[in-house]
């Protein structure tokens, strides 16, 4: 009996193996696929880290504030510094992968030498000493720039770099940035909501966040570590067997890459974008409680807004992939950016009704996902073209030069709405808003995204390289023969 039981399980072992190499056909371009599923969900599993580290950080005010006991002023700018340094470190962090020395692995390893660390600092962040107060405020810039500007960044522009190396089809990068997107987006849901209760059961002290860290330092460890394994650096053009595509390209100056970038115009409209978008984003992650609270009278609403929000995320998550298949990466980005406009519009006129508010909080909501998605997307097409024009493709610096614009882009538009705020002379303790505080509350809740929006879909209507690239890749392919004939 025993013997007819393994044949069956061997049975069916190689033919899920058989089946595991099959070829999973072609893209609509004529690329070869060669992603599966546990292939998204473990590449995913990097950029869910890398969110559940971002929105722990986003909540260490009220750590430092509350159970260390620093003052706010003191903390905001440690939190300052340490976001300006981290802008900077994506620089040299593009450049020291770029120059990783030819016949080595390139992105792959920094998910474990700088994933498990950052586990480990996320630990020690929490372990501020019991001592005075300067050298309390010491610990937390030291902590914060190692985790956030050092170990982040070590781990983030090289796995934003992996996209592109790891194939070649569009329509494969375009579900890679989907699955990262969610995974991203329920790490940030489930930290901001989770963090606050389970501290609070442990006991709401500074101890309780420590052993909170402790365990989502492990998880994060272990996520990068199955999203290093199910990971390669190998984009193929056929079967599912990596195979070396290109030789190693010899890694050019800084300075010369970052000049020859600002001369690939794609790359530049995807940094700009980019930076829009995340202003955009800034802007209205925090208007929403100014606008319940000033304009409605009720900032218990922001819940009921926050509730409903899902729904979009989740049905912009859902459909993303749909509409790359249906409209491209382009036509999404700009029917997307459509609805913004949109809503952004109707809102002029319908600023003061609640209902409208939400529904029309609704499609802004879903407009921003597919850039969420995609701009991981459109910075490879930059890089493919880099080099069709260049003869290099300089992946690392493209992309830790995009992720410095996206930073310099969040923190401007979180500090949009203190700005605006500060110019109208705001002052919490009134009763009823002056007129010029409404002005001001508008403005950053439905004019700025809307100039955004705008901006944004006239720039991508110019990013017309998504149905050039297979031609371009034979050309490429061709002058490479070429160069091995010769």
């Known amino acids: 009996m025993w013997n007819v039981i393994f044949y069956k399980h061997n049975k069916s072992r190689k033919k899920e193996e058989k089946m595991a190499k099959k070829p999973l056909g072609k893209d609509k371009f004529g690329v070869q696929k060669v992603m599966r599923t546990k292939d998204y969900l473990g590449d995913s599993l990097g950029q ?3 969110n559940a580290i971002s929105t722990i950080i986003g909540q260490l005010t009220y750590f430092y504030t509350d159970k260390v006991g620093l003052a706010a002023g003191a903390i905001a700018t440690v939190l300052l510094i340490s976001k300006i340094i981290d802008a900077f470190t994506d620089l040299i962090m593009g450049n020291i992968v770029d120059h990783t020395k030819p ?26 000493p019991k001592t005075s107060g300067t050298l309390q405020i010491a610990y937390a810039l030291v902590t914060n ?14 796995y934003g770099s992996l ?46 966040w420590i052993k909170f860290g402790v365990i989502i330092g492990l998880f994060i460890i272990l996520a990068f570590g199955i999203a290093y394994l199910t990971s390669r650096e190998t984009a193929t053009e056929s079967g599912t067997v990596a195979e070396k595509v290109e030789e190693e390209e010899e890694a050019i100056p800084f300075r010369e890459a970052i000049t020859k970038l600002f001369h690939n115009k794609y790359w530049v409209i995807v940094l700009i974008v980019n930076l829009l978008a995340c202003i955009l984003y800034g802007t209205t992650a925090a208007a929403g409680t100014y606008y319940c609270k000033w304009i409605f009278g009720n900032d218990n609403l922001v819940g009921l807004l926050g509730g409903v929000g899902l729904i979009p995320t989740f049905l912009g998550f859902a459909l993303v992939g749909v509409m790359i298949k249906k409209l491209g990466v382009v036509g999404t980005l700009k029917f997307s950016f459509g609805i913004g406009i949109i809503s952004n519009v109707l809102m002029i006129f319908l600023h003061n009704n609640f209902t409208a508010y939400m529904v029309l909080g609704c499609f802004t909501t879903f407009a921003t996902i597919p850039m ?25 610096c493209s992309n830790s030069a995009s992720s410095f614009g996206g930073k310099v882009g969040s923190g401007v538009g979180g500090s949009l709405i203190g700005w605006m705020l500060a110019a109208v002379g705001y002052d919490a303790t009134l009763s009823v808003a002056p007129e010029a505080t409404k002005m001001a509350i508008y403005g950053f809740s439905f004019i700025i995204p809307l100039i955004a929006f705008v901006v944004m879909f006239v720039l991508v209507s110019q990013f017309d390289l998504e149905k050039k690239l297979p031609q371009m890749r034979e050309e490429v392919a061709k002058r490479k023969q070429e160069t091995v004939t010769d």
Request: one cysteine or more; glycine letters at 10%; hydrophobic letters at 55%.
């Open 145 to 158: 720039i190692l985790l956030s500007a050092v170990l982040y960044t070590a781990v983030a522009i090289p």
């Open 103 to 128: 016949g080595k692995e390139k992105y792959r390893p920094w998910l474990l030498k700088a994933g498990i660390p950052a586990g480990i600092m996320l630990v020690l962040m929490f372990t501020v």
């Open 48 to 50: 869910f880290s890398l």
């Open 372 to 396: 969420m998605c995609l701009v991981g997307v459109m910075t490879t097409m930059a890089i493919d073209f880099n080099e069709y024009k260049y003869g290099v493709k300089m992946v690392a």
């Open 163 to 208: 996209m592109a190396v790891r194939t070649n089809s569009q329509e494969e990068r375009g579900i890679m940035g989907t699955w990262r997107a969610g995974a991203g987006y329920v790490a940030g849901f489930i930290m901001a909501i989770l963090i606050i209760p389970i501290t609070n059961a442990l006991g709401g002290t500074q101890s309780a």
